[in-house]
């Protein structure tokens, strides 16, 4: 990689570049320099509006004293730059590592920050940047699609995951009403590679690629997921610990507590078809991970019959 880009763009003495693979659809670098550490991210899905409306986000939360990476401002005064043709941004390094086994104590602050996250969030003065007007937030219209999707693939699994949302379907609580239940601004990806640690203690958020505004219910889920899965079978204790730590933060409405069950088996749900459909249609790169359809399958099958709460 050519060190005069960095030197160019952002004045930086650089002594060591690497790369670093981020999620499915974005790269990154990783800069050792005389001015200090930083983590360049390469954007591969989002345009530049989109970039710059998660960017105040960010500093926003970092005021507000949350850990997160702050953009640095090139030569030009800016933080949105092109680098390989791709829009690109330059972070401070932020410390701590991905842990996959969390203590008890590592899961309570992890339901604890994101309650205190979504408090924050709340009050975000361009809310209106990210919320959809009159939007149905019962709407089935992402699962539709991708059902329609493996209906043209017609594959056998393809057709059992299509049976298993049918019977989801039916499970359906009827007074469940997404309208109803309380909506912020979501990270939405809110698991363990997304989150750093060092001594206990969470030093660092990353990867807002997926913001947006919905029922606040679904981080709390997708940190389940994240956080309480380190094999197929759900660790309930763990899970526990996570929403009572929340709610000691941000209580829970009641309807958010009984239909948590049945959104943790939809999204589980959701997680095997979604990963199913991107793999069998070469929409993700390949990389060495638990994430993938047939973990999110197994994950769902279990969960599928077992007592959740």
Known sequence: MDDNYFHQEYGLTVLEIYSHKVGFNNLANIINAQEGKFFQRVYQRLSRDEILR??????????NGFPVAMPIKNKKGVYLSEFQGRPSVLFNFLPGKVKYHLSSKELQEIGSTLARFHLCLRDYPHLEDFVTPEKDYNSTQWYDHNISVLERLGTTESKEIIAEYALLKKQRPKDLDLNQLPLTLLHWDFRDENILFNDGRIT???DFECMCYDNRIYDLIFSVLGFCLPTPELDCAGMKTIMNSYASVSPLEEKEILNFPYLLKLMTWDKWCSFYVSET????NKRKS???HKYYKDCYLKMKTDPIL
């Open 54 to 63: 998660i960017l105040p986000v960010k500093q926003y939360l970092s005021k």
């Open 204 to 206: 660092g958020i990353t």
């Open 281 to 284: 249609m070469g929409l993700c």
């Open 290 to 292: 638990k994430i993938n």
